[in-house]
T-cell receptor, first 114, second 112 residues
């Protein structure tokens, strides 16, 4: 089955720790995205990548980092510099550029800072 | 900067009713608009994508329309069922931002 997988489903972090969220897709999509969702709010873009070894900041990139070494994988690291990291994190992918193509989403990772 | 608004935030209807969900946006230079469904604690499921050159898209009991001049999109759900209960989000792609801007969603409850 083709799709997007995210792991873990739930993640708990102590203050001051970095954590990495995994996102893998087997859809052969070029573009991948990371969003953050807070209760009662829409999604906000953290980072996106339209091609391997290239990525761009979204609206709320501060305190986050990403890498895109393989087409299939786009891990997100939440660093200790992120002031309020508790949220639901969603990864998405699309065939090509933003303009023309549907975005498909993974099941999400819920991060809680203790 | 594109802003996307969905009103109401929550809606309850009896089973079998036809209903319309609303989405408004501020930047009429929109490339496309996408409707999603989100079940509690889950990711988003893409429902319909309308390109700027299109006026509507249909999939089963769902029909989405796009009116760029008025800055509005609607999602029509026919013969609603309890299984349609979820949060529905719309997101627009505008040329200036080159990224999707999401509304905060409408939480739909279909009562048996």
């Amino acid at each position: 089955d083709g799709g997007i997988t995210q792991s873990p489903k739930y993640l708990f972090r102590k203050e001051g720790q970095n954590v990495t969220l995994s996102c893998e897709q087997n859809l052969n999509h070029d573009a991948m995205y990371w969003y953050r969702q807070d209760p009662g709010q829409g999604l906000r873009l953290i980072y996106y990548s339209q091609i391997v070894n290239d990525f761009q900041k979204g609206d709320i990139a501060e305190g986050y980092s990403v890498s895109r070494e393989k087409k299939e994988s786009f891990p997100l690291t939440v660093t200790s510099a992120q002031k309020n990291p508790t949220a639901f994190y969603l990864c998405a992918s699309s065939i090509g550029s933003f303009a023309l193509n549907e975005q498909f989403f993974g099941p999400g990772t819920r991060l809680t800072v203790l | 900067k594109q802003e996307v608004t969905q009103i109401p935030a929550a809606l309850s209807v009896p089973e079998g009713e036809n209903l319309v969900l609303n989405c408004s946006f501020t930047d009429s230079a929109i490339y496309n608009l996408q409707w999603f469904r989100q079940d509690p604690g889950k990711g988003l499921t893409s429902l319909l994508l309308i390109q700027s050159s299109q006026r509507e898209q249909t999939s089963g009991r769902l029909n989405a329309s796009l009116d760029k001049s008025s800055g509005r999109s609607t999602l029509y759900i026919a013969a609603s069922q309890p299984g349609d209960s979820a949060t529905y989000l719309c997101a627009g792609l505008s040329g200036s931002a080159r990224q999707l801007t999401f509304g905060s969603g409408t939480q739909l409850t279909v009562l048996p």
